[in-house]
């Protein structure tokens, strides 16, 4: 019996942060030996928002860290393939084969477009950005995907991808899969200051590779109840972005329920949640430390996955793209264009 395929992965914009984890990596950790998985490095879907040529420049060390962490984090390398998505120039063949499957006012509902143009400052929607969650079909398509770990914010996208399956099997006959939804447990985390999910461009991230100084520092600095200007006043839990860190990386629940209690009754400080929490987070990122650490040591082991990686799922690709090309008639129209040419040919032979 064949294993089902599982496809995810980032753009690489740099080093992965506990909101990573906790709304995609913890799900390829737990879920990547179950099922056929591919990695995907996405540096096309970063063009979307950062395409300037110091962006560009930084994909290849970028991407090495992405994988770096991902494995840290306990994903097996000799279980993961892993993939550069601009390496694999098919995933745009496929794209493009794909993008008259679903209409412009579809795409315009996927809510996370408009955050995602706003985050990058875009005043309008550049096309390719418009264009992503067909992109991303083509991604998780491409390889035949069956399942698809998400977050809050890929979930819609992915929804996408389901409808355009269906509407190419419809169209054409059963070449794809659609794709299930494994959503987080977490759907997304705060980030430190409070205002907002955790993300590298807003400095307010705590990354998977951050030493124990910096982790301490970023959460002795983080936002808590502003209305709590001293440890004898009752303060606020829910919301509270400390609180919310506890309880997901703190695994004595029964200091969790105790702070909280406190806390709301005025008999804790800031300080100490804080430092219980920085001793959770200590617990949780030492072994990724020091996973990173010896990934590192290994000096081309990641290169190696990379390369090896794209290879194996470029085959994967053309394969897939030969069929689509076939299911509708793409193949048949040149085929017989070029019959027709190569008749046209010898009569002119055969007259000279």
């Known amino acids: 019996m064949s294993v089902a395929r599982m496809l995810t992965g980032d753009r690489p914009t740099g080093r992965l942060h506990l909101g990573h984890y906790v709304g995609s990596i913890a799900n390829r950790v737990r879920l990547h030996r179950r099922y056929e998985s ?9 063009l979307t928002t950062r395409n300037r040529r110091e962006d560009i420049d930084q994909v290849s060390g970028n991407a090495r860290e992405m994988v770096t962490d991902i494995l840290a984090a306990g994903v097996d390398p000799d279980r993961a393939t892993f993939y550069l998505q601009s390496a694999i120039p098919e ?8 993008q008259n499957l679903v209409t412009v006012p579809r795409l315009e509902r996927v809510p996370s477009l408009k955050d995602m143009a706003r985050d990058a400052g875009k005043e309008e929607m550049p096309y390719g950005l418009l264009g992503y969650p067909v992109l991303q079909a083509a991604d998780i398509l ?27 099997n419809h169209l054409y006959g059963p070449v794809f899969p659609v794709p299930e939804l494994i959503p987080a447990d977490t759907p997304s985390l705060v980030g430190t200051d409070g205002a907002t999910k955790m993300s590298k461009s807003r400095g307010n991230a705590i990354a998977l590779s951050d030493d124990a100084a910096t982790v301490r520092r ?26 919310a860190y506890h309880e997901v990386f703190n695994p004595d629940r029964d200091e969790v329920a105790d702070l909280a209690r406190r806390y709301r009754a005025g008999r804790v400080g800031d300080v100490e949640v804080k430092e219980r929490l920085i001793v959770a987070l200590e617990e949780f990122l030492s072994p990724i430390r020091q996973r990173r650490a010896e990934i590192e040591a290994d000096r081309g082991l990641v290169d190696r996955l990379i390369v090896e990686g794209t290879e194996r799922t470029r085959q994967e690709v053309r394969q897939t793209v030969l069929e689509v090309r076939r299911a509708m008639g793409l ?20 007259s000279t």
């Not at 995933?91 to 794909?98: K, M």
């Not at 995907?145 to 399956?165: F, K, S």
């Open 38 to 46: 591919f990695f995907i490095i996405a540096d096309l879907h970063m």
């Open 91 to 98: 995933v745009g063949d496929l794209n493009t084969l794909l």
């Open 142 to 168: 491409c390889v035949k995907g069956e399942v698809v770990p998400v977050g809050r914010d890929n979930a819609a996208h992915v929804e996408v991808t389901r409808e355009i399956a269906r509407r190419f």
């Open 218 to 243: 970023k959460v002795l600095g983080m936002y808590t109840d502003p209305n709590r200007v001293r440890a004898d006043v009752p303060g606020t839990v829910e919301g509270n972005p400390v609180f």
């Open 331 to 350: 193949t048949g129209a040149y085929q017989q264009v070029r019959r027709r040419a190569e008749r046209s040919r010898r009569r002119t032979d055969a």
